[in-house]
């Protein structure tokens, strides 16, 4: 048998040493734990994290998603004149289907899936689903509607209000989307298909995939052209407007659009993108001879250096937003504001990573420069500048990017661009499929600017040398 010898007094300690941190460790992650889950206890409750579910609209938000892909018809009729049935788009006063001045040639053209009886007063508006939606003097109704074993009828009391035929003790027997209040009935099967009976009127929407009047709006007169009928218009020779030639009409129909806004978007965003490139080159500019005299083996005196590195807390602590609204004051709305404000805030960043580069540079070939007699100035021109160089450009172009979605958001703080068109479209609760378009304009942007900045920084730096830099 082995013997078993008693372990050291000294062996004992190290062990209990290491118990004890353990414990220690165990203690501070535990109690890391508990303040990290009484912070966010604290900032729900704070917050009322928990009760904004509860006013969570799930139908209102399906409504705003189903508006960004879709357009909506809106039809009309007050019981008082059930002759007078008015068909919208998108419930615009100015898209009236009716309108005169909407009907090129002298030709009123309606929707294909609506039609009036003159004799009987009524109009149909017929759905996707194979069910029809009827107005008329006596009655709402719904007509071979799917799901349902019979039509529905819908008419006013006395007093104007409106109930369900056959089910005025019953309501409780129809369908789950058909409701009915003291005021109106809300019948709404599906999300592409809406009837609202009040005491005065009836309203129907009626919604179609698709973003209608893209190329050309409501008011042009090649609103019922497709993009592809307007090219072929182009080749011929006949003018369809006199004074214009089909070229010049088809661009600027498509330019002066008023539903899509196309040219006041591509405009908005050209003052984007300038606003985010010559913020960052100007930037840029600045920060790199400012960089070399913050860096300590560039400039010896602390005093420069602390003042530099300061400088370029101050100019990065202060966020790209906050001096936007600083220069809006200043510079009033307009491109400026949004320069000034990427400029200023990049300056802190960029001369900051800039000058660490500086530092980190190698020594030995401003060494070998400095063997040959060059002076000081040549050293750091020859020996510093190339080695951060490709570091400058990268980071420039990186920048770059990142201010093209930046831009975006101080544009709509009041800098202009496309982002106070974002904002604009916003604001309305109606425009989703303009936030929708202009949210795409601005993927496809920022997918392009990278494309770009990856192919000059391909071109300017060498594949190899970018890999090193990732």
């Known amino acids: 048998m082995s013997a078993v010898y008693p372990l050291s007094p000294t062996w004992n300690d190290s062990i209990r040493k290491v118990e004890d941190s353990s414990r220690k460790l165990r203690i501070r992650t535990a109690a890391a ?8 206890a604290v900032t729900c409750f704070q917050f009322e994290f928990v009760n904004s579910f509860s006013r969570w609209n799930s139908e209102r938000g399906m409504l705003f998603v189903l508006d960004s892909y879709a357009n909506k018809d809106h039809i009309s009729m007050k019981w008082d004149a059930p002759e007078e049935v008015s068909v919208k788009f998108e419930g615009g006063w100015r898209y009236d289907y009716f309108n005169p001045d909407h009907s090129f040639g002298g030709k009123i053209s309606p929707p294909e899936w609506f039609s009036q009886d003159s004799k009987t007063k009524r109009s149909f508006v017929a759905f996707n689903n194979g069910g029809t939606m009827v107005v008329g003097p006596d009655a709402a109704k719904l007509i071979n509607w799917p799901g349902l074993d019979e039509d529905l009828a819908f008419r006013r009391n006395a007093d104007g209000t409106p109930y369900v035929v056959g089910y005025e003790n019953r309501p409780e027997d129809l369908p789950a989307w058909i409701r009915v209040t003291s005021n109106k009935i809300e019948v709404r099967p599906s999300l592409y298909e809406r009837m609202q009976v009040y005491k005065k009127k009836v309203e129907i929407h009626r919604y179609s995939l698709g973003w209608k009047y893209f190329f050309f709006d409501f008011d042009s007169p090649l609103r019922d052209y497709s993009i592809w009928s307007a090219i072929s218009l182009i080749a011929n020779g006949d003018r369809l407007v006199p004074d214009k030639s089909n070229f010049s009409l088809v661009l600027s129909e498509i330019t002066q659009n008023e539903i899509w806004m196309h040219g006041v978007v591509y405009f908005a965003l050209l003052e984007t993108i300038v606003m985010a490139l010559l913020g960052t080159m100007l930037a840029s500019i600045v920060c790199l001879p400012l960089a070399f005299l913050a860096a300590r083996n560039v400039t ?15 100019l990065r602590g202060i966020d790209m937003l906050i001096w936007s609204l600083i220069f809006l004051r200043a510079f009033g709305p307009g491109v400026f504001t949004g320069i000034f404000a990427i400029a200023f805030t990049d300056t802190g960043t960029l001369g900051k990573l800039m000058s660490e580069a500086v530092e980190n540079a190698d020594k030995k070939q401003t060494e070998g420069i400095a063997a040959t007699g060059a002076s000081r100035s040549q050293q750091h021109r020859f020996g510093v500048l190339p080695q951060i160089l490709p570091v400058f450009i990268s980071t420039s172009l990186f920048t770059l990017e990142s201010n093209t979605r930046s831009a975006i958001i101080i544009g709509a703080m009041g800098a202009g661009g496309i982002g106070l068109q974002f904002l604009g479209a916003l604001q309305t609760g109606a425009d989703f499929e303009n936030v929708a378009y202009m949210a795409i304009v601005v993927l496809a942007t920022v ?21 090193l830099f990732k």
């Open 33 to 40: 734990f508990l303040l990290i889950f009484s912070y966010l």
């Open 300 to 314: 010896p005196l602390q005093s420069i250096r602390f003042f530099l590195r300061r400088l370029f807390d101050f």
């Open 447 to 467: 997918i392009g600017m990278d494309m770009v900045s990856s192919a000059i920084r391909t071109r300017l730096i060498g594949l190899d040398q970018m890999m």
